[in-house]
């Protein structure tokens, strides 16, 4: 196949680090992992293979078809969307992958179904998803077989009571629903300390690279690094503008690269005059607006960059979120379907 003029990175051994680190920080619990929407924009089926190579045994999308996109794998898969009635036929015929079970409906819809192992997630406080802990006290879970029972934190990032409260009140639901395991923390969560952790932990943003908590910093490894090809080299005179609306105008001569990158693969307008590529240690600077398929970077900085020649975005998320206004897990789960993804 033709490759792309733009390509991820994709560090699986920087991957496999993040996942023990986040294993070795959630104690006594196992530690799954978040592969949805895509794996975060890395691809999910290479996240999976990879990590189930290291050990990982639990896997959450968000909906069937993520599912189904990971049947052949042979992992366990849960979907944390649960069980709409349109799902209900994939979802009993299904060997590795079950529900997360939302909503009293679903439950219903489950039981009806005669389906077998599930998931169930409570809502403790988000209102999000998820049935009332006073649900399970009035029995809606007898006689299901509840593999995990799940609670998502609200604010796990910030140091607020809800964290707590959450905690506690799915701590109360201990040995009540009939689930042989319990589940509340993503990543940020298992920085909060072992009471989070339960039976398993199920981090997402901070295996690919993110750092939501400062407790992060330093331990957990850049993934993802975007390279995109220079299409054109040129000289742009002075008082001459670049791009639409020429937002940017040359004060004096400047060497202009036009790459292949643009807010159609993720590369969003908010790095217009903000963005940094990199070439050979040399940083060049996004000039004017970034397009939907095109970028312009200052290549004064590097004389022998040419036409076909890769350049480093600099994407280092905590940096580039502070940058741009994105959040981390934008940055990621934005990059398109125009990369080539290649793990080294
Ligand atoms: C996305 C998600 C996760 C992973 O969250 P991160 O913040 O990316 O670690 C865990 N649990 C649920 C229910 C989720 O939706």
């Not at 990982?56 to 599912?67: G, Y």
């Not at 995990?148 to 040995?175: I, K, M, W």
């Not at 890769?310 to 280092?316: E, G, L, M, S």
């Not at 741009?324 to 934008?330: A, T």
């Amino acid at each position: 196949m033709i490759t792309a003029p733009l390509r991820l990175r994709l560090d699986g051994d920087a991957l496999v680090s993040n996942w023990r680190t986040l294993a070795a920080m959630s104690g006594t619990a196992a530690c799954g992992a978040a592969v949805k929407a895509n794996g975060y924009g890395l691809g999910a089926r290479d996240v999976v293979q990879r990590l189930a190579g290291a050990g990982c045994r639990d896997f959450f999308v968000a909906t069937w078809r993520e599912a189904m996109a990971l049947a052949d794998l042979g992992v366990s898969v849960s979907v944390l969307h649960g069980l709409r009635e349109e799902d209900v036929a994939v979802a009993l015929s299904a060997a590795t992958a079950r529900p997360v079970l939302n909503t009293v409906e679903q439950v219903r819809r489950w039981r009806d179904a005669g389906g077998g192992a599930c998931d169930v997630m409570v809502d403790t406080g988000m209102n999000r998803l998820g049935i009332e802990p006073g649900d399970v006290a009035a029995g809606l879970l007898d006689g299901l077989a509840v593999e995990t029972l799940l609670s998502h934190l609200a604010s796990a990032d910030e140091d607020v009571p809800l964290n707590r409260t959450q905690r506690d009140r799915f701590a109360a639901l201990q040995g009540k629903s009939g689930a042989r395991r319990m589940s509340l923390a993503n990543s940020a969560g298992i920085a909060l300390g072992a009471d989070y952790g339960f039976d398993l932990t199920r981090p997402g943003v901070a295996l690919y690279g993110a750092v939501p908590v400062a407790a992060f910093a330093g331990r957990v490894r850049q993934v993802v690094a975007p390279e995109v090809q220079v299409l054109q080299r040129r000289r742009v005179p002075a008082g001459q503008g670049v791009g639409y609306n020429m937002t940017w105008t040359a004060a004096a001569d400047t060497e202009v690269a036009i790459v292949n990158l643009g807010y159609a693969d993720g590369y969003l307008r908010c790095f217009s005059g903000k963005g940094r590529a990199w070439a050979d240690g040399h940083a060049l600077p996004v000039i004017g607006r970034v397009s939907m398929d095109l970028t312009a970077l200052d290549v004064g900085a590097a004389p022998g960059l040419a036409e076909g020649d890769w350049v480093a975005i600099d994407y280092a998320l905590p940096a580039a979120a502070a940058l741009s206004g994105m959040s981390q897990y934008e940055l990621l789960t934005g990059l398109g379907a125009r990369f080539d993804r290649i793990w080294y």
